[in-house]
C-alpha cells in the first residue's frame, strides 16, 4: 500500500467549495486502484485568516508544509485584502521556498466543452504552457521614493539568472519529449526589452541545439498571444518567463471553453520539495456558496498531482472520467449547463468506478 501526506489549503471563496470534491475524486482513485491511499492535513491560511492573524501563514508555514508529499490548493484572494498581500503571503513564499520553478498548465480542449474559438475542436487545441516560476518580471526588487509627490519614482527589477532561465527551458523541452510534441515555442519580447529579452532568447537557443529532434521557435508575446486565438493547432510546448507565462495561462484556459476547467501544477521537478497543485480559477466571490463552483479544475489539478507522484494511468483515468461527464452533458453554468457542484463530482466518481472495472 502506497501513502502520501497531502497539505491542504482550501483557501478562500470557492476553494473550500472545489477542494472537497478534488479529495473526493483522490479518494476513489485510491479505492479502485487498491494499492494506493491518502491522508490528508488541511490549513486554513487565506484571506480571512490573515484578516485576523495579520498574515497568510503562520511564521513557521513552509517548515509545515514540507513534511508533505504535495500540497494541494484552492484558491487565493478576497475582496478586503490586496491581492498583492495574499500572493506574497501565502502563493510566492510557497514557490520559491520549495524551489517549484516549473508551472505547468495543459491548454486542452476536452470533449463536450465548445470553445469561443470558431470551428475549434479538440484536436485543435492541445497543448501545453510551462511558466517559470520563482524569478523573471516577479521580483522583490525595486522601490519608491517622493511618493505622492510630483517627483515620485517607481522602478521595478526584473531578475533573470542563467541558472534560472537554463532550467526551465531545459524542462520544457524534456517534457515535449516525454509528451511527444513536435515543437517548443519560446515567448520572448526582444524587440523592446532590451536586455532581458535578448538573454532569454540566446539561452533557449543554445538548448534548442541539444534537442535536435524537436522544433523550435520564438515569438514575441504579442504575436504569440495572437496566434493562440487564430492558430492554437500550431503548438505543442510553448515556454515563458514568469509573466509571460502568466499572462498566456489565462488565454490559454480561455480559449479551451473555461477557466473553471484549468490546471495547474507548481512543480519542484527533482522532487527534493514538495510540489503545488490547484486550478488556474481564483476565488470567484460572486459565486460563493451557490454550489455552482467547477469542480473540474480542482479534480484535473488533483490528476497532475497523480502524475506527478507516479502515478500516470490514474491521471489518465481521471481525465477520460472528466471526458466522459463532459461529453454526457453534466455540466456546471460556468459552461452552459445547470449541474452543480456536487453532481458533476458525483458523476466523475462514478465514471472513474466504471471505467475502473
Given amino acids: 500500500m502506497k501513502r502520501f501526506e497531502i497539505a491542504v489549503i482550501p483557501g478562500d471563496g470557492i476553494g473550500r467549495e472545489v477542494v472537497p470534491a478534488g479529495q473526493k475524486i483522490l479518494d476513489v482513485v485510491g479505492e479502485v486502484h487498491g494499492g494506493l491511499r491518502f491522508r490528508y492535513k488541511s490549513y486554513p491560511w487565506s484571506c480571512a485568516w490573515h484578516l485576523k492573524h495579520g ?15 504535495a500540497i494541494f490548493l484552492g484558491a487565493v484572494g478576497f475582496p478586503g485584502v490586496p491581492d498583492h498581500v495574499s500572493l506574497w503571503g501565502l502563493l510566492i513564499p510557497i514557490r520559491r521556498g520549495f524551489q517549484q520553478y516549473a508551472c505547468v498548465r495543459p491548454v486542452k480542449l476536452l470533449p463536450g466543452v465548445r470553445s469561443p474559438l470558431a470551428w475549434r475542436g479538440p484536436k485543435d487545441i492541445d497543448f501545453i504552457v510551462v ?55 519560446s515567448a520572448t519580447k526582444s524587440n523592446g526589452i532590451i536586455f532581458s529579452m535578448p538573454f532569454w532568447d540566446e539561452v533557449f537557443w543554445q538548448i534548442a541545439r541539444e534537442y535536435p529532434g524537436i522544433a523550435a521557435e520564438q515569438m514575441h508575446i504579442d504575436a504569440l498571444a495572437a496566434r493562440f486565438v487564430t492558430h492554437p493547432q500550431n503548438f505543442g510546448v510553448v515556454v515563458g518567463s514568469n509573466l509571460f507565462g502568466d499572462i498566456l495561462t ?63 494511468a490514474a491521471h489518465d483515468l481521471v481525465l477520460k472520467a472528466m471526458i466522459a461527464v463532459l461529453d454526457a452533458g453534466v455540466k456546471t453554468p460556468d459552461l452552459g449547463g445547470k449541474a452543480r457542484t ?16
Fill in 131 to 185: 511558466r517559470e516560476n520563482n524569478e523573471g518580471e516577479y521580483s522583490s526588487m525595486g522601490g519608491r521614493i517622493y511618493s505622492e509627490t510630483p517627483h515620485e519614482v517607481v522602478t521595478q527589477l526584473n531578475l533573470f539568472t542563467r541558472r534560472g532561465t537554463e532550467r526551465i527551458i531545459r524542462y520544457a523541452f524534456e517534457l515535449a519529449r516525454k509528451k511527444r510534441k513536435q515543437k517548443v515555442t
Fill in 342 to 357: 456536487a453532481q458533476v463530482t458525483a458523476a466523475v466518481a462514478r465514471e472513474i468506478r466504471r471505467l475502473a472495472h
Fill in 250 to 312: 489565462d488565454l490559454g484556459a480561455a480559449i479551451a471553453g473555461s477557466i473553471g476547467i484549468g490546471a495547474s501544477a507548481n512543480l519542484n521537478p527533482e522532487k527534493k520539495y514538495p510540489s503545488c497543485f490547484e486550478p488556474v480559477h481564483g476565488s470567484a466571490p460572486d459565486i460563493v456558496g451557490k454550489g455552482i463552483a467547477n469542480p473540474l479544475g480542482q479534480i484535473w489539478s488533483g490528476a497532475l498531482m497523480l502524475e506527478h507522484l507516479g502515478f500516470a
Fill in 55 to 69: 498574515k497568510m501563514m503562520p511564521d513557521d508555514g513552509l517548515r509545515r508544509l514540507g513534511d508533505s508529499d
